[in-house]
């Protein structure tokens, strides 16, 4: 399973490339409360109920209401809804906020950022580098940022710096 934060979702309808998300996985799972955060922007709420509607984004919440309100208390709801959900169902997080990222790697979560998602593509060959490179820039427009060294590392072969 493939679970999303709302950070990527929001930053990838802003700069209308939200079908990138679906050439790295077919479907992707959110919590409601990542659902009410990405849907508080009318684009971004019919967009996302679109993809709702064709079965490419499924809505799903966590069980353990404890954890999410211990997570809640250093997360806002969407983080901690989905670090919870990730853990149960052993997903993978897409999720970019440090803070965030910093709680899941403690919990074991296995998570990846845009940026992470972005290189994958380029290097399966679903990305042509100039493609890349007009994402980035579209991505950066809308305010996602991204430093050069992530930049750079999109087009290595090596591991993450």
């Not at 950070?7 to 490339?17: D, K």
């Not at 050439?23 to 990542?34: C, E, G, W, Y």
């Not at 353990?64 to 211990?70: A, D, F, S, Y």
Request: charged fraction near 25%; charge should be negative.
């Amino acid at each position: 399973m493939i679970l999303s934060d709302a950070t990527a979702l929001i930053a990838l309808i802003n700069a209308e490339s939200l079908d990138l998300l679906f050439r790295f996985s077919s479907a992707i799972t959110v919590t409601s409360a990542v659902y009410e955060e990405v849907a508080r922007q009318p684009l971004a709420k019919t967009l996302i109920d679109t993809e709702i509607k064709r079965a490419r984004i499924r809505r799903l919440d966590a069980n353990n209401r404890h954890l999410i309100t211990e997570l809640n208390l250093l997360l806002d709801l969407g983080e901690a809804s989905s670090i919870a959900l990730a853990l149960e169902h052993d997903g993978v997080l897409i999720i970019d906020e440090k803070r965030g990222r910093a709680i899941a790697k403690r919990l074991g979560v296995r998570m990846i950022g845009l940026v992470g998602i972005i290189r994958t593509l380029y290097l399966e060959g679903a990305l042509e580098q100039d493609d890349v490179k007009a994402l980035i820039l579209r991505l950066q427009k809308v305010g996602f940022y991204i430093g050069a060294e992530l930049i750079e590392w999109i087009f290595q072969k090596q591991e993450h710096p």
